[in-house]
């Protein structure tokens, strides 16, 4: 099977969805290049080249270039949802989703309910998160846990270049309004990606390696750390089972309740900042509904609660790395009740 | 290199195997090891089994411990006659070593698959060996050419040997839209021409068996043996559970669930067998195809194609069932007109290739043999 980049997996899986359906749109910044300006057209396919060659494949009709003004584009894309089109907003960092927060909490998420089921919202929202690209605090956050508090609408956070594919193609096939968070880190990793299109159903967490010692849970660029950890901690004799939600809502509390039985010990890393974070949510779903399984506490990495640091030193620490969480699963299985 | 000692190395099981962990040594510096005898248990990121000695001898040295990985090809042991001395044993060892950093190089020269157009189909072929009446390998309904993971490398000792993805199955297109196992015959007839193949030895698993039955009954001079394992069509019973259960089935636990039929003993199943299983399903058209073939194979829980006529002893055939099956009952490959052999293999269910791996290799290496007179 071919060996694709993850931004070239999103890449296709646009190609497909726009192929195969007319009412699939896209818009953002510069996600055309060029509008406005003499410049060449298509010169960009958006801030981290997602969508190029989109524009020349399906036309300015349905690629669409919009000012910076993410509250009036993002408010746009709910209302085009709502009449029918299935739009793909672009936002650069998730940290620019403030300026919307209405447009999405209040008409977005509540369309669906508001008008007793009779509106259907396909509307995704597309942005990159996550620290490590020494952009400062207003372009490094991962605010997943934010938009995971509001229900109705779903967050996606793929890990690999197949999930990014196959759940974004499920985003824009879904009804409800996605949230679909991309780490920027992660545009240039590579792995098999079919050439076809398919989907990766939502709320069903992946079991991206087995072991009987411990459970390693681990979302989007963290998932690479959690495996690294694992290799690691291998080694030494303590096998892990790695398991990727890969959607925050819905999640698979199926999956994950499972494996922390079948291991009875949890080590949740969250790249999001430690209150009201995923590791935080997670952990209390353990605790409450599988407390009997457990032989150790429920251990959480995670960001400190602090903003994203621009020194590199700084930032590089702020991040949970394969290090720390090897620790965490070394004291959880360390562990003795006195 | 004197044949009183053998090397025993890490097996290749697939193209993408590079590496393996030795999960378990079944026997002692010390034991007298017995030709087929199993020996060792190896473990990949996708599999795990057994593997059994290929010549007897005593096992004079563990050079790989327990619990350690290795590449494709290194030396794990070394089986020797009692009476060579520890100073040639350890001779071999250090001439294995100097060949060590050849085996990275053979990943890179590994046969890789291709995409073979055939009219209007495009299967996905991987070809080993040379040589020998060629031989084809079809996989079984919702399979793919991993199936024969274990297979390939051994049948290609001594010939050419194409393992192919079916239509609609794993990395070949669904060209095949009515379904019916006559019309994925004659795919498969299509690609003969397109390989340069008069004849071959054929072998096929479940579907796989039914196609190759309907090759033979279409065109019997392209078949010089068949090889049935657990196939379709000769009776009529069929897991409607199974069958239904993974047209069904979307998720992991019940994914799982329904492929755990497959085996004797479902504890050497792992998680990515599923998700594998669970990422071809969910490519765009592969439901719809599976339900096609699924619609000319079964009405009301029975089989519905009868091509037991075909196994009239004029092609040379051998079938093998696992006792265990659970998808096509064993008891089918009873009554079968003399000539025709039968395999009935205790410890498998209905994937006895992967289950009783080296067993299946060693009758159906003998019967491709004798069938070539």
Not at chain 1, 121 to 127: C, G, N, S
Not at chain 1, 310 to 334: G, Q, S, T
Request: with cysteine; proline share 5%; glycine share 10%.
């Amino acid at each position: 099977m071919a060996q694709k980049s993850f931004r070239q997996a999103l890449n296709e899986a646009l190609h497909h969805e726009m192929r195969r359906d007319p009412n699939v749109i896209v818009l953002g910044e510069d996600v055309a290049g060029g509008s406005g300006a003499s410049g060449q057209k298509d010169a960009w396919g958006g801030a981290f080249g997602v969508t190029k060659g989109l524009l020349g494949a399906f036309g300015p009709a349905r690629v669409r270039d919009t000012p910076i003004t993410e509250s009036a584009f993002v408010g746009a894309a709910a209302g085009a949802a709502m009449t029918g089109l299935r739009p793909v907003a672009e936002i650069m960092f998730v940290d620019f989703l403030g300026v919307c927060f209405d447009q999405i909490f209040n008409q977005a998420a509540k369309f669906r309910y508001m008008f007793g089921g009779k509106a259907v919202t396909p509307l995704v929202i597309r942005a990159t998160y996550g620290a490590g690209t020494r952009s400062a605090s207003q372009h490094s956050q991962a605010l997943y846990p934010i938009f995971t508090h509001v229900p109705g609408l779903k967050v996606v956070i793929p890990s690999s270049p197949y999930d990014a594919k196959g759940l974004l193609i499920q985003a824009i096939r879904d009804n409800d309004p996605v949230i679909f968070l991309e780490n920027k880190v992660l545009y240039d990793t590579v792995g098999e990606v079919p050439d076809g299109a398919y989907t990766v159903p939502f709320g069903e967490a992946h079991i991206v390696r087995e072991g009987g010692d411990a459970t390693i849970v681990a979302l989007g660029r963290m998932v690479h750390f959690a495996r690294e950890a694992a290799e690691i901690l291998a080694a030494e004799g303590i096998d892990c089972t790695v398991l990727d939600p890969r959607t925050t809502s819905p999640l698979d509390e199926d999956t994950l309740l499972e494996m922390a039985e079948e291991t009875g010990r949890v080590v949740i890393v969250d790249e999001a900042n430690p209150r009201c974070g995923m590791a935080a949510d997670i952990s209390s779903i353990i605790a409450e509904k599988a407390f009997g399984a457990l032989k150790a506490p429920i251990m959480k990495v995670t960001a400190p609660h602090t903003p994203v640091p621009y020194a590199p030193n700084l930032e590089a620490a702020y991040i949970p790395d394969a290090k720390r969480i090897a620790d965490a699963v070394r004291k959880a299985v360390a562990f003795k009740r006195s | 290199m004197s044949d009183r000692i053998q090397a025993i190395t890490m097996p290749k099981w697939g193209m993408t195997m590079t590496e393996g962990k030795l999960a378990g040594w079944l026997a002692g510096e010390g034991a007298d090891i017995a030709a087929g005898q199993e020996i060792m248990e190896v473990e990949t990121e996708k599999i795990t089994n057994v593997v059994e000695s290929q010549a007897p001898g005593r096992l004079r040295k563990i050079v790989v411990s327990e619990g350690a990985t290795a590449p494709v090809g290194a030396l794990l042991a070394v089986l020797a006659a009692e009476d060579v001395s520890d100073s040639d044993v350890e001779a071999f060892i250090a001439s294995y070593a100097d060949r060590a950093g050849s085996a990275a190089a053979d990943a890179d020269d590994a046969p890789k698959a291709r995409i073979v157009q055939a009219g209007a189909h495009r299967f996905k072929v991987l070809s080993l060996g040379s040589g020998g009446v060629p031989a084809v390998l079809i996989h079984g309904f919702g399979g793919d050419g991993g199936t024969w993971l274990f297979n390939q490398d051994t049948l290609a000792q001594n010939r050419l040997v194409h393992v192919i993805d079916l239509p609609a199955h794993g990395d070949s297109e669904p060209t095949v839209p009515s379904g019916k196992v006559a019309d994925i015959a004659g795919a498969v007839l299509e690609l003969f021409a397109a390989l340069d193949i008069e004849k071959a030895h054929l072998i096929g698993h479940s579907l796989g068996g039914a196609v190759a039955l309907a090759i033979a009954q279409a065109s019997p001079q392209r078949v010089q043996s068949l090889s049935l394992i657990a196939p379709a069509g000769i009776g009529s019973e069929i897991s409607a559970l199974y069958i239904d259960g993974f047209l069904a089935a979307e998720r992991r636990k019940p994914m799982k669930e329904v492929l755990s039929l497959l085996f004797a003993d479902p504890q050497g199943m792992n998680a990515e067998m599923v998700e594998n299983v669970l990422r071809f399903k969910r490519l765009d058209g592969v439901p719809e195809a599976l339900a096609a073939i699924v619609s000319h194979l079964m009405a009301d829980g029975k089989q519905v194609i009868d091509l037991r006529a075909v196994l009239d002893g004029k092609i040379p055939a051998l079938v093998i069932w696992g006792e265990a099956d659970q998808i096509i009952p064993a008891n089918q490959s009873d009554g079968l007109p003399a000539g025709i052999d039968v395999a009935r293999l205790a410890g498998a269910g209905h994937m006895p290739m992967m289950e009783e791996a080296a067993q299946v290799n060693r009758l159906v290496t003998a019967h491709l043999g004798k069938a070539e007179g």
